[in-house]
T-cell receptor
Framework: GAGVSQTPSNKVTEKGKYVELRCDPI?????LYWYRQSLGQGPEFLIYFQGTGAADDSGLPNDRFFAVRPEGSVSTLKIQRTERGDSAVYLCASSLMSYEQYFGPGTRLTVT | AQKVTQAQTEISVVEKEDVTLDCVYETRDTTYYLFWYKQPPSGELVFLIRRNSFDEQNEISGRYSWNFQKSTSSFNFTITASQVVDSAVYFC????????????FGRGTSLIVHP
């Protein structure tokens, strides 16, 4: 079956611009996670959805970052006023049983 | 707070060598899960194994084996007779039971297998 998909695969934007990153989870998975992975590091948790609601957003670095999952499936991570330090790979994962997460291929964001 | 340490940043071996990737974890919880993921150049993390804290049996899957030792808080991963296709970054991760099931990842070990 289809896995987790993320679009775009690559995004280059200028400092100060707004970007949206999309995640399509595995059908039926109720839990959805966003992570940020910088070069040479492991994934760092950003936000976790259970259904439509953000169950834990403690990993969002500041108020420029926001994520939604309005219908409990697709999720969008939104970054306002991007900064060069936001450059990273953004990973999405979905899960039916909470401790088994299936990851997408990620979106590589480059802020110039 | 939880912590996962992968002290080996990069390991380079020649094909057919055995290689062990180390993982040491810290948690005060008694119920937790340990994971290994593989991240090939394509970027997608591929699940390899999950162990829970009450099961210390070692596991073997083909050329892969895992050694879980609670006494030393370690969950090491061995690849026997390595192959070029094993080249990837490998991450160890820890989830404690309850809460949001948010994993704590180590920094990863980059394995390079030369032909």
């Amino acid at each position: 079956g289809a896995g987790v998909s993320q679009t775009p695969s690559n995004k280059v934007t200028e400092k100060g611009k707004y970007v949206e990153l999309r995640c399509d989870p595995i059908s039926g998975h109720t839990a959805l996670y966003w992570y940020r992975q910088s070069l040479g590091q492991g994934p760092e948790f950003l936000i976790y959805f259970q259904g439509t609601g953000a169950a834990d957003d403690s990993g969002l670095p500041n108020d420029r970052f926001f994520a939604v999952r309005p219908e409990g499936s697709v999720s969008t991570l939104k970054i306002q006023r991007t900064e060069r330090g936001d450059s990273a790979v953004y990973l999405c994962a979905s899960s039916l049983m909470s401790y088994e997460q299936y990851f997408g291929p990620g979106t590589r964001l480059t802020v110039t | 707070a939880q912590k996962v340490t992968q002290a080996q940043t990069e390991i380079s071996v020649v094909e057919k060598e055995d290689v062990t990737l180390d993982c040491v974890y810290e948690t005060r919880d008694t119920t937790y899960y340990l994971f290994w993921y593989k991240q090939p150049p394509s970027g997608e993390l591929v699940f390899l194994i999950r162990r829970n804290s009450f099961d210390e049996q070692n596991e073997i899957s083909g050329r892969y084996s895992w050694n879980f030792q609670k006494s030393t808080s370690s969950f090491n991963f061995t690849i026997t007779a390595s192959q070029v296709v094993d080249s990837a970054v490998y991450f160890c991760a820890l989830i404690v039971s309850g809460g949001s099931y948010i994993p704590t990842f180590g920094r990863g070990t980059s394995l390079i297998v030369h032909p």
